[in-house]
């Protein structure tokens, strides 16, 4: 069995991949150019992390990329997107060592790492700001499966689509719901699906969702709370068949935040002191 690879091992071919991308990428575009210049075996790529939302080699490419921010090699210029800097262009494979060794030595010693921009302890940025999305993810699969299609169904409405019906069972095999969504004068025939996982979703429950779709449906939706395999996903755009949009337990996550579906996003109120308006009086 292959050796896992570890977050620093990611970090140079995460700066490749964001060389190849033109300086720039998301999360996943990242992980995707990563799987494809490193030629990562399925069970490396497949393999789900202990919090069942993402894979373990997401998890550990998180980690890279807050090390590269630390040493000042990448910046986050966006919600989930990262560009590479001046500094992490001309980096090579040859330094990610002794960068390691830095940021490390700085935290022990309470220093600041050699190129590094703050003093403050190195924490996957993914993880410390997303540690609700675990709570979340557990309260959901712990719902009954008819209450998880409501919720599901409720997500869909929310996001426009309508006539939303759920039409599956507890332990039903095909399709859990039906949906219609109308942009302007176009109208699309949905149907969805949606599985309490934790671990990885194959090809074949897509296939064997897209086989029980009827002749009038021009799209498929299939939720989850875990993640799915790079096959699930080849096989949802597969050519010459029914396109399936999959949602995973992240995406999900970030569907009823934006919703405000059982979360509630806190603002914190920052004050700030100025010294001329005492001076003036």
Known sequence: MPTFPTHQDLMYPALLALK?????????????????????????VNMPHDDGRRTKLDYRLAW???????????????????????????????????LVKQVKQAQNHDKKPKRGRKNEPIEDETVSEEKWKDELLKI????????????????LREYGFIKVEVTGRAGDKGIDGVGVLRIK????????????????VGSPEV?????????????????????????AQEEAIRDGAVAI????????????????LGVETEMVKQCSVKPGFFASI
């Open 207 to 231: 296939r064997n969702f897209r086989g029980s779709m009827s002749a009038k449906t021009d799209k498929g939706i299939f939720i989850t709370t875990g993640t799915y395999t790079k096959d």
């Open 185 to 200: 004068l176009l109208s699309f025939h949905v149907a969805f699906q949606c599985k309490r996982y934790k671990d990885s």
């Open 245 to 260: 949009d999959l949602i995973d337990g992240d995406e999900l996550c970030d569907l009823l935040e934006e919703l405000q």
């Open 20 to 44: 190849s991308k033109g300086g720039s990428a998301s999360n996943d575009e990242m992980l995707e150019e990563v799987i494809r210049q490193q030629k990562y075996a399925d069970d490396i």
């Open 64 to 98: 890279a990329r807050t090390y590269l921010k630390h040493v000042g090699a990448v910046e986050r210029s966006g919600r989930a997107v990262w560009a590479i800097t001046p500094f992490g262009r001309d980096l090579q494979n040859a330094q990610i060592d002794d």
């Open 140 to 155: 959901v699969r712990s719902m009954d499966p008819s209450a998880f299609e409501r919720l599901c169904q409720r997500v």
